[in-house]
């Protein structure tokens, strides 16, 4: 059977998971690299020995016809990548945030059902090993329904120092980071129905803000707690590790720090160990990261080749992203926001 052929149009700051990634997905094959700075798309080229590099993403299209192309640029450039994928009738997967607005996402999800070709964001948190162990325990049932949780992904690494332009962004952490943790919300408790969120701004050199606290209401009745800043002071910083509890109506889980799942039920308490197993190209503490990228390109294939709408399709991402302008409508008007 033929390998998928890749293009991934963006060489910058994460970039190279994907490239590795890519490289060890076994139906997969990288023909072709883009980049506006020619030399970084020269240069992951020489590492990942890809036979072909370009500066000008349409010409890539014509001159290497990929059968899949990973969009790994910011994303003002979404809407044009992903229209330019669409009219030649290539699917695509696209670096979270989906878009700058809500309006470029409907547009992107639009252009690509019309011309019948599969969608994804890069959405990787819920493809991380241990959160799809949490949503594993909560199917088992064995805490009952969901009623109650936090979802908390606090740090105070200085991710600004490789992504510059972060220092400008009006909408900075929950649409950066938020948007994932968000996501995480709506995998383990259902769809949302209200948010109401605060949100601070703590390094004055960022415009945006760079903590936020969001309650969401949930339509099962459920009630979840989404945080997350890039200004936390606690000793030790568990980063880039998302902690989770959630309460049930049989039984409590918490995804504790160093990836230890603890769960309660029937009256006694047993801890497991769901660390993420380290590859060749990941190294600690990136690892639970960098591994999540490959189960969600991996995922995409599936999808792809299955025929099958993925997980974090362009349409579902939509769910997520209206969460993410409720949160700043809510922070901005001090209301509880209805989706």
Known sequence: MARTKIAVIGCGFFAPNHLHAWSELPDAELVAVCDLDEKKATDAAAQFSVPSVFADAAEMIVVAKPDFVDIVTTMASHLMLVELCAANGIPAIVQKPFGPTFDDCVAMVRVCKDAGVMLMVH?????????????????????GDPV???????????????????????????????????????FFFGEVETVYSR?????????????????????TGATSIVDCTYESRQIPDFFPQTLV????????????????????????????????????WTSQPWHVAQDSVYHTQAHALAALAGGYEPETSGADNLKTYALVDAAYLSAKSGECIRI
């Open 148 to 186: 109650w949780g936090r979802i908390s992904f606090r740090t105070g690494y200085d991710v600004k120092a490789g992504q510059h332009y972060l220092f400008d962004e009006e909408r900075f952490i929950v649409l950066d980071l938020g948007i994932h943790v968000l996501d995480l919300a709506r």
């Open 245 to 280: 509890t959630i309460e049930g109506t049989k039984g409590a889980l918490d995804l504790e720090p160093d990836f230890r799942l603890s769960i309660s039920a029937d009256g006694a308490r047993r801890v497991v160990d769901v660390s993420t197993p380290l590859r060749a």
């Open 123 to 143: 959405e990787n948190f819920r493809f991380q090993h241990p959160m799809r162990q949490v949503k594993a325990a909560l199917d088992t049932g064995t805490i």
């Open 199 to 219: 949100h601070a701004r703590i390094d004055p050199r960022v415009k945006g803000e760079d903590m936020a606290t969001m309650v969401l209401g949930h339509v």
